[in-house]
């Protein structure tokens, strides 16, 4: 026996001995895995990166949103607007750690991303307008009214000059020219154009028949923008052009946008106020898959819609799980307080209800994730 060898092992101090100990023994000292409690249970520590990517029509909050969240929690949060069907592809695909949709997923969609990572949920997040854009000089927002029908028309190319007889006879106080009607609308799978074709759906047959309601639709013609911002980029540059977008690209640009008759016969233009007035009333069903298109509120905007975050019910990683359902819990909560200054709505006290539920929802390996 090496007795020099030994006497300085004995020499070491207390501390130093055990962590020689723990390095030749080989035991965990993860951060990440931990007993902080004193009390033989492990904790994990959230993730302090999540990835999220898909609807534009939410864009301007979420960026807002996770510059917030950022400040209070080091959490970074990176969002990608990649519009409403790149966010449900690129969940299922799992190349990101939550999507983003204004669309309800259909059905094929649902089943191939349970088919992927199972259970998939649609978490409301805020509400907001679809404002109809125009680019007509002289005419202001809320000059210019139009009923469903008439832009279901307008969409379908059967009204295709601005001083067309059915959009003269809603506006008999305006100069309107005889200039030809540029439709844009969105050329990327899109949560806002879901919002747009449910309206419309709604309001005429020829266009429910025809075309229909998706994230995506065969138009009948005219221009493509690519995301909100390209829609708004497309109206503002061409005179004559009409197109739909979140109300809040309509305020940044300064673009006219147009009042809608709704279901109660009211013209009603896109704002905040309105958009609460749509969602009011209604029923709200558990899993919050719905449309509140075409309220019958006489005091709605009738091109309103939830804006949804998809997740997953069973995470896979605890760490990242335990960051998703913080973040969502923050944005159901605080984040609403940042809403209505960028023209969104807050969720009701029943919407965050249904919304906690799901959040709670949320697993790692059987267990709930959320500590509340």
Known sequence: MNINKNKKWLALPVAALLVAILALTGCPSDDNNNDAD????????QAKNLDGAGATFPQPLYTKWFDEYYKVTGVQVS???IGSGGGIKAITDGTVDFGA???????AQIAAAEAAGGAILHIPMTS???????NLPGIASGQLELTGEVLANIYLKKITRWNDPAITALNPGLNLPGTDIAVVHRSDGSGTTFIFTN???????EWKTTVGNATSVNWPGDIGG?????????????????????????????????????AAGNYIEPSLEATTKAAEGVTLPDDMKIM????TNPDAYPIAGFTWILVFVN?????????????????IHDGQQYTTALDYAPLSSTAVAKAEAEIKSIKYQGQPLLQQ
């Open 79 to 81: 969002y990608n607007g």
């Open 292 to 295: 509140i298109t075409n309220s």
């Open 101 to 107: 949709s204004d669309g309800i997923m259909t059905d």
């Open 128 to 134: 907001g307008a679809v404002a109809v854009i125009y």
């Open 38 to 45: 004193g009390d033989g249970t492990q904790t994990v520590e």
């Open 226 to 262: 690519e995301k909100n911002a390209g829609v708004a980029g497309q109206v503002k540059q061409i005179p004559g052009a009409i197109g739909y977008v979140e109300l809040a690209y309509a305020v940044q640009n300064q673009i006219s946008w147009a009042a809608l008759k709704n």
């Open 315 to 331: 995470q896979t990683d605890q760490a990242t799980g335990l960051a998703i359902v913080n973040m969502l819990w923050w944005a």
């Open 199 to 205: 309206y419309l759906s709604k309001v005429s047959d």
